[in-house]
């Protein structure tokens, strides 16, 4: 089983879905293992975005991602890290497929819904960075021989 973070951004939380997102990824078979709410500081999003640091949007995004609070979730399952990006889809709302989250619910590069970690060290970083250990659970879904065939996971 693999963790992997997601943030709903402000856009999410402003535009009331909250619920809808999160009940995407539960109704996929994700097991929700950790999640809080949490006022993002300038400080942690120069940590988080610092692959962006040179790009003219840098602090725009970091602004846009504290306008309010956010909701930072980690979510638990086989292969998890790659099926939560499959589900965002790409970056930009307006190009990202129907079906995905953006291409659902986005029209924009940059209000584009949830963060969702790239790849098992983003993901082991970036789980690290928002919450301690204390805040992960260890826990299976009762309905786990449903959602896997017993030799998936
Ligand atoms: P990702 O969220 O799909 O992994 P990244 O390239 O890691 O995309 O960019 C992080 C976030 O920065 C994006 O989700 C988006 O909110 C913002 N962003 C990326 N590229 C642009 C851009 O060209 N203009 C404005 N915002 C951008
Ligand atoms: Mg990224």
């Known amino acids: 089983m693999e963790r992997t973070l997601v943030i709903l951004k402000p856009c999410t939380i402003q535009r009331g879905l909250i619920g809808e997102i999160i009940s995407r990824f539960e109704k996929k ?14 400080e942690i999003l120069s940590e988080h975005y610092a ?4 790009k003219p949007f840098f602090q725009r995004i970091k602004d846009a991602m504290s306008v309010c609070p956010v909701i930072v979730c980690c979510w638990e399952g086989v292969d998890a890290i790659q099926v939560v990006r499959l589900m965002a889809g790409t970056t930009n709302g307006r190009n990202a497929q129907p079906g995905t989250i953006r291409g659902d619910y986005s029209m924009s590069v940059q209000e584009n819904i949830v963060h969702a970690s790239d790849s098992p060290e983003t993901a082991a970083i970036e789980l690290k960075r928002f919450f301690v250990d204390s805040e992960l659970f260890s ?8 959602i ?5 996971f």
């Open 139 to 146: 826990y299976k879904r009762n309905d786990l021989l449903s």
């Open 148 to 152: 896997y065939a017993n030799d998936e």
């Open 29 to 42: 078979g994700l097991c929700l293992v950790g999640m809080k709410m949490v006022w993002l500081t300038d």
């Open 51 to 54: 692959h962006l640091k040179e």
